[in-house]
């Protein structure tokens, strides 16, 4: 229930840079697609489904008030934005671990539990598609043995972006 107001919600942010709903429902997407073959309670798989369609929803906020949408500053953007969604539909658990998740998603060294793991690697899969496959095979093994950590994450990053 929730999560489809909160998609609206985002939608209604992103209206005019579509390339923000499109990427956000991937990074949903690759969410699901982890969370499946890992073994994740009912209510931590709502948290990172909120988490992934939020994770960017700093990035208009931080261009009107940065003239930027770096990570740095979607991360002091977004945690706010977050919030007023999350009260505006009526979702009341668990906004602090939402807001510090966004807060941080560009910052693996705050990566501090399987939830914010899991957005880590579904949005990574996602920014990894922007990568020549061909050419950066040892780039993108790299990265994938540096960033992921759950059986899922590297083996649906593996099937994805690993020619051999």
């Not at 709903?21 to 699901?32: C, D, R, S």
């Not at 948290?47 to 002091?76: F, M, N, P, T």
């Not at 919030?83 to 658990?93: C, D, P, Q, S, T």
Request: with cysteine; hydrophobic share 35%.
């Amino acid at each position: 229930m929730f999560k489809e107001k909160i998609i609206e919600e985002m939608k209604e942010v992103f209206k005019e840079i579509p390339f923000g709903i499109e990427h956000t429902l991937k990074v949903l997407q690759n969410a699901e697609d982890i969370m499946k073959e890992e073994n994740i309670p009912e209510e931590e798989k709502e948290l990172i489904r909120i988490v992934a369609i939020l994770h960017d929803i700093g990035a208009v906020e931080a261009q009107k008030k940065y003239g930027s949408i770096d990570g740095v500053y979607q991360e002091k953007a977004g945690p706010k934005v977050a919030r007023e969604i999350l009260h505006k539909v009526g979702y009341h658990k668990n906004i602090d671990r939402i807001c510090y998740i966004i807060g941080n998603h560009h910052t693996p060294s705050k990566i501090d539990g399987l939830d914010f793991q899991i957005q880590w690697e579904a949005d990574l899969l996602e920014n990894l598609t922007a990568m020549d496959k061909q050419k950066d095979q040892q780039k993108i093994k790299k990265c994938i043995e540096d960033n992921f950590k759950t059986v899922a994450g590297k083996r649906i990053a593996y099937d994805g972006f690993i020619l051999d």
